[in-house]
């Protein structure tokens, strides 16, 4: 089965830097790579996402890309903001399947 | 914003008793998931359903049982709960054709 390494699994930056977080994955058949955020206490919330036939998408102060050749994908975040510390998973679904695979998560920490 | 409900949000029980964790989601999604998840860490999947009357064991391991009575309604059940069952359980629901997995905001179990 799918397999998704996701480093590194805590990064401290300080406020207005950038963070960048990095998944490998293992199936060439992965089509479909969302983010997730997860406040404490909270369930995981979906960032942003990208499909198979994009190499970089970006929604404001967040971007992903990814390398499909080197079967890696990475989420960045510029201008950090305290309220960007979370953890943040990275996922991968391969086909139709009805199953995301996840990462082991990276804590974020944003630092005055 | 997901329209998906876990109860209870917290549940602190004695070895031996049954539990229930109740999810319920209003946007008729056909596909439900249960995920467990110790604090800070990775998800695992526990259990899936395509639709009504369908459900799948995950990747993990798990004692609990499922079912799907309704679209919107996706229980999941422990006959007998033991301290090892101590976690955070996640439920989550994505459309039939939908990329995007939505999660509740969690039901935190501790068995005693």
């Known amino acids: 089965g799918e397999n998704v390494e996701q480093h590194p699994s805590t990064l401290s930056v300080q406020e207005g830097d950038s963070a960048v977080i990095k998944c490998t994955y293992s199936?060439?058949?992965?089509?479909?790579f969302p983010w997730y955020k997860q406040e404490l206490g909270k369930g995981p919330q979906l960032i942003i996402d990208i499909r198979s036939n994009v190499g970089e998408k970006k929604d404001q102060r967040i971007a992903v890309t990814l390398n499909k050749t080197a079967k890696h994908f990475s989420l960045h975040i510029t201008e950090t903001q305290p309220e960007d510390s979370a953890v943040y998973f990275c996922a991968s679904r391969t086909g139709t399947a009805s199953k995301l695979t996840f990462g082991t998560g990276t804590r974020l920490q944003v630092t005055l | 914003e997901a329209d998906i409900y876990q109860t209870p949000r917290y549940l602190v029980i004695g070895t031996g008793k049954k539990i229930t964790l109740e999810c319920s989601q209003t946007?008729?999604?056909?596909?439900m998931y249960w995920y467990q998840q110790d604090p800070g860490m990775e998800l695992h999947l526990i259990h899936y359903?395509?639709?009504?009357?369908?459900?799948e064991k995950g990747d993990l391991s798990s004692e609990s049982t499922v079912s799907r009575i309704r679209t919107e309604h996706f229980p999941l059940t422990l006959e007998s709960a033991r301290p090892s069952h101590t976690s955070q359980y996640l439920c989550a629901s994505r459309e039939l054709a939908g990329n995007t997995i939505y999660f509740g905001e969690g039901s935190w179990l501790t068995v005693v």
């Open positions: 199936d060439s058949a992965s089509n479909y």
């Open positions: 359903s395509y639709g009504v009357n369908s459900t």
């Open positions: 946007m008729g999604h056909d596909k």
